[in-house]
T-cell receptor, first 113, second 116 residues
Framework: DVKVTQSSRYLVKRTGEKVFLECVQDMDHENMFWYRQDPGLGLRLIYFSYDVKMKEKGDIPEGYSVSREKKERFSLILESASTNQTSMYLC????????????FGPGTRLTVT | AQKVTQAQTEISVVEKEDVTLDCVYETRDTTYYLFWYKQPPSGELVFLIRRNSFDEQNEISGRYSWNFQKSTSSFNFTITASQVVDSAVYFCALSEPADSNYQLIWGAGTKLIIKP
């Protein structure tokens, strides 16, 4: 079974803190994704990586950065957390096949106070 | 412009009723893929089905069925004899390989509530 794990299920941080969300997949997938999910807005893509050290901005990259130093790990970084970044963060991975589905982790619910 | 529309924000039915979740998509590509995912209250999205644009056969899996109609650009999902465990948010998504570099275009989701 494909497994995508995220470092925390729940996280509470203070405004201005630097926040790291980690995602690891064990299926040797080339593609990895970070989404945020907010009520009524569905899933919005923050960043996408198709290879080690490669990244592309998604629909809402402002306030976020990412790091992919190893194929299995994709980190989302909030340089200076703000209250409007309170959200559910979902990580996904997929092989580089045009027909493939994405496999999701359990999500991290981040609260910024 | 939104390319995947799930017009039903929330649906509530009583257990054992049939329910259909609508998904309408927009694309200019001839090759594309459509997906349905389920997100139960636990939060993890679970893949349900993939359909490519060249296969208009309807799909049935137990109580679940999918109706793909290119003429109306729709990929609707029906649950027969619904159960409380079907309560979840359901997402429809579109992949356009020529345009989107493995990314999926997501609908806003439909929250399905099955009452006992």
């Amino acid at each position: 079974d494909v497994k995508v794990t995220q470092s925390s299920r729940y996280l509470v941080k203070r405004t201005g803190e630097k926040v790291f969300l980690e995602c690891v997949q064990d299926m040797d997938h080339e593609n990895m994704f970070w989404y945020r999910q907010d009520p009524g807005l569905g899933l919005r893509l923050i960043y996408f990586s198709y290879d080690v050290k490669m990244k592309e901005k998604g629909d809402i990259p402002e306030g976020y950065s990412v790091s992919r130093e190893k194929k299995e790990r994709f980190s989302l970084i909030l340089e200076s957390a703000s209250t409007n970044q309170t959200s559910m963060y979902l990580c996904a991975s997929s092989p580089q096949s045009e027909s493939s589905e994405q496999y999701f982790g359990p999500g991290t619910r981040l609260t910024v106070t | 412009a939104q390319k995947v529309t799930q017009a039903q924000t929330e649906i509530s039915v009583v257990e054992k009723e049939d329910v259909t979740l609508d998904c309408v998509y927009e694309t200019r590509d001839t090759t594309y893929y459509l997906f349905w995912y389920k997100q139960p209250p636990s939060g993890e999205l679970v893949f349900l089905i993939r359909r490519n644009s060249f296969d208009e056969q309807n799909e049935i899996s137990g109580r679940y069925s999918w109706n793909f109609q290119k003429s109306t650009s729709s990929f609707n999902f029906t649950i027969t004899a619904s159960q409380v465990v079907d309560s979840a948010v359901y997402f429809c998504a579109l992949s356009e390989p020529a345009d989107s570099n493995y990314q999926l275009i997501w609908g806003a989701g439909t929250k399905l509530i099955i009452k006992p």
